[in-house]
């Protein structure tokens, strides 16, 4: 029988975007991830537009528009109009992301990013993969967005998943106030921070934030003794350079010593039609992305290796 804890952390709410199975590149093992929406940073080469507002967002995928008009008769706001084509438009200001033009879209053009789950109707979602958690060392990880936005419903699912022997971990940047993080180490198993920029000012221009207390938060997971593998996405002309790679390599070894590491994520434009289906203006389009093979990337890599940092490549 449950107890009264459980219940109540079964009940706990949050804002889901995706749920993905299997894996292998978010935390040790086979892992399902569980990425949810909000996030307080904005920076430029975000793969995962839709994860960005915590609202739900309706996007339109205009490849699968067959203009047949049945959505702007749905729409309980009349917030989709045609066009003289056929082709919707849709005024996000009063956009409620209900749902209901998706139900008559049969080509399924527009669709509804995030959904309002219970922490339990999560859990019964992870727990249906923990036949491939314990031969890997696998489990769930919870991403974002920054998933220290929604702290209380990520507890309670953490919670519910230690409770069921699923190894837990968090994918974060770190921005986020302290006891909210503390708060939510508690339940965590391992941590997967990242790391965009060293420098401060850098930091904001690239992200729309400073980095101190993200910094700051890099430290606090050491001292808790958490396990952690910080990464950083690698993105060409912002964070790849000498100067920044010798910044990092020294703050790691600060926190670490001889068990400095760091795993980079090398830049790419999967997301690329995410932000066309949002209307929104994808601001990297002229950057070309990074083959985790090429010589840049082993280059990147060989800095950090030869300032006692060891790197690994996301593939």
């Known amino acids: 029988m449950r107890n009264h804890r459980s219940e109540e952390a079964g009940e706990a709410k949050g804002v889901v975007f995706d749920v993905q199975r299997f894996s292998l590149?978010?935390?040790?093992?086979?892992?399902t991830v569980v990425f949810l929406k909000g996030c307080p940073l904005r920076c430029r080469w975000c793969a995962n537009p839709e994860s960005i507002r915590p609202a739900l967002e309706l996007g339109f995928l205009t490849s699968r528009c067959d203009q047949c008009g049945r959505c702007a008769g749905a729409c309980p706001k009349g917030a989709i109009a045609l066009d003289a084509g056929g082709i919707p438009h849709i005024d996000r200001?009063?956009?409620?992301?209900?749902?209901?033009?998706?139900?008559?879209?049969?080509?399924?053009?527009?669709?509804?990013y995030g959904a309002e789950k219970t922490a339990q109707e999560v859990f019964e979602e992870v727990r249906r993969d923990r036949i491939f958690f314990g031969g890997s060392g696998g489990g769930v990880t919870v991403s974002g967005g920054e998933p220290l936005r929604q702290a209380s419903f990520v507890v309670a699912l953490l919670e519910l998943c230690r409770a069921a022997g699923i190894h837990t971990c968090i994918e974060t940047s770190g921005f986020a106030r302290r006891h909210v993080l503390q708060k939510v180490l508690q339940s965590t198993d391992y941590v997967l921070f990242d790391l965009k920029h060293l420098d401060s000012a850098m930091h904001r221009r690239s992200t729309g934030v400073p980095n101190t207390l993200i910094l700051q938060?890099?430290?606090l997971v050491v001292k808790q003794g958490v396990p952690v593998l910080f990464r950083s996405p690698l993105i060409p002309t912002v964070n790849d350079t000498l100067e920044n790679i010798e910044m990092t390599a020294r703050f790691?070894?600060?926190?670490?010593?001889?068990?400095?590491?760091?795993?980079?994520?090398?830049?790419?434009?999967?997301?690329?039609?995410?932000?066309?289906?949002?209307?929104?203006?994808?601001l990297l389009k002229g950057l070309q992305p990074l083959l985790p093979t090429s010589l840049h990337v082993k280059s990147v890599q060989a800095a950090y290796e030869e300032r006692g940092v060891r790197c690994s490549i996301s593939l």
């Open 25 to 31: 590149h978010d935390g040790p093992g086979v892992r």
């Open 93 to 112: 200001a009063h956009c409620t992301g209900c749902g209901d033009c998706t139900r008559v879209c049969f080509p399924k053009a527009l669709v509804v």
């Open 252 to 282: 790691l070894r600060s926190l670490l010593g001889d068990q400095a590491a760091i795993e980079l994520l090398p830049y790419h434009r999967m997301g690329m039609a995410k932000y066309e289906a949002l209307a929104r203006p994808y």
């Open 217 to 219: 938060n890099a430290e």
